[in-house]
């Protein structure tokens, strides 16, 4: 069983700059990915981010492109999500997500149905 806790949400003016954390155990904890979604009110969780566990490489939803940036440090099981120039439009309650891993190499997943884990969230709230 895989373990998510995010943390460093809160409330921000608009143009502000947030970091997210995402702190990851469990037994064999091995991902070969780790994403970010968020869900705002009254909508469906969408994308916001995808990271390779092993090299690195990085896949974004077109909004947050430019702005936000997910990293890891494997050695903390942690991922990050740096998120600059937010907008009033940023704010949900961001949620990071991983899954087993698969043996085949493919390409970054960017729907919530390819995750099986997920943390319990972290709100981010921008004024404008």
């Known amino acids: 069983q895989v373990q998510l806790v995010e943390s460093g949400g809160g409330l921000v003016q608009a143009g502000a700059s947030l970091r997210l954390s995402c702190a990851a155990s469990?037994?064999?904890?091995?991902?070969?990915?780790m994403g970010w979604f968020r869900q705002a009110v009254g909508k469906e969780r969408e994308f916001v981010a995808a990271?390779?566990?092993?090299?690195?490489?990085?896949v974004y939803e077109d909004s947050v492109k430019g702005r936000f940036t997910i990293s890891r440090d494997t050695a903390k099981n942690t991922v990050y999500l740096q998120m600059n120039s937010l907008k009033a439009e940023d704010t949900a309650v961001y949620y990071c997500?991983?899954?087993?891993?698969?043996?085949?190499?493919?390409?970054?997943?960017?729907?919530?149905?390819?995750?099986?884990?997920w943390g319990q969230g972290t709100q981010v709230t921008v004024s404008s």
């Open positions: 469990g037994r064999t904890f091995e991902p070969d990915v």
């Open positions: 997500a991983t899954r087993q891993p698969k043996l085949a190499l493919m390409p970054l997943p960017t729907h919530k149905s390819d995750y099986e884990f």
């Open positions: 990271v390779r566990w092993s090299i690195g490489s990085a």
